[in-house]
């Protein structure tokens, strides 16, 4: 199963862009990248995932380099509720499974 | 509301006890997943369900026992062979249909569980 790495903790400014990276050197070429965030005693929500190309929704932005073996999740102007632990997952191609490394706290501060 | 629910929120047990923990969705969903999560760490798979009355074991599964019996519910029991049971559990949901590279899985609220 590819790994991930992730820094511990990062803050952010409230208004300001969070930029959350993420390495995944392991990464096969038919595994995706997930991104879900889990704020304090809930369940982690769904934020977004990619392969190849960058997406973004609602919520944020998945850019991954073309190698593939990094991507960074950018929340375009944080707010004090996007504070939370950010979880980047790669998705094992041959099961459901999510493996759930120790994340990156973000902390947006006023 | 469509979603997942889980109830309850906090649950208490004395040891050697079992205690069977629910979760139940209303969208439609053919997989649900059983997690687990210790302080300060990431979620650990426990059991996965991608069809009805069928399930497969997950990273985690020696102490717990799950069913599969309706489409919208998945219980959890945690038996007491589970030698640390105090966590916090969380249920998921998937589409389960297509492709499993892109499945997309949904979490309830959780369950916090301690064994006094």
């Known amino acids: 199963d590819a790994k991930t790495t992730q820094p511990p903790s990062m803050d952010c400014a409230e208004g300001r862009a969070a930029n959350l990276p993420c390495n995944h050197s392991?990464?096969?070429?038919?595994?995706?990248v997930y991104w879900y965030r889990q704020i304090h005693s809930q369940g982690p929500q769904y934020i977004i995932h990619?392969?190849?190309n960058n997406e973004t929704n609602e919520m944020a932005s998945l850019i991954i380099t073309e190698d593939r073996k990094s991507s960074t999740l950018i929340l375009p102007h944080a707010t004090l509720r996007d504070t939370a632990v950010y979880y980047c997952?790669?998705?094992?191609?041959?099961?459901?499974?999510?493996?759930f490394g120790q994340g990156t706290t973000l902390q947006v501060k006023p | 509301d469509g979603g997942i629910t889980q109830s309850p929120k906090y649950l208490f047990r004395k040891e050697g006890q079992n205690v069977t923990l629910s979760c139940e969705q209303n969208?439609?969903?053919?997989?649900m997943y059983w997690y687990r999560q210790d302080p300060g760490q990431g979620l650990r798979l426990i059991y996965y369900?991608?069809?009805?009355?069928?399930?497969q074991k997950g990273d985690i599964a020696e102490g717990y026992s799950v069913s599969r019996e309706k489409k919208e519910s998945f219980p959890l029991t945690v038996t007491s062979a589970q030698k640390n049971p105090t966590a916090f559990y969380l249920c998921?949901?998937?589409?389960?249909?297509?492709?499993?590279?892109?499945?997309?899985?949904?979490f309830g609220p959780g369950t916090r569980l301690t064994v006094l």
């Open positions: 998921a949901s998937s589409m389960g249909r297509g492709s499993p590279f892109t499945d997309t899985q949904y």
């Open positions: 392991t990464i096969s070429g038919n595994e995706y």
């Open positions: 990619g392969l190849k």
């Open positions: 997952i790669v998705r094992p191609f041959n099961t459901g499974k999510l493996i």
């Open positions: 969208l439609n969903h053919d997989a």
């Open positions: 369900s991608q069809i009805v009355n069928d399930f």
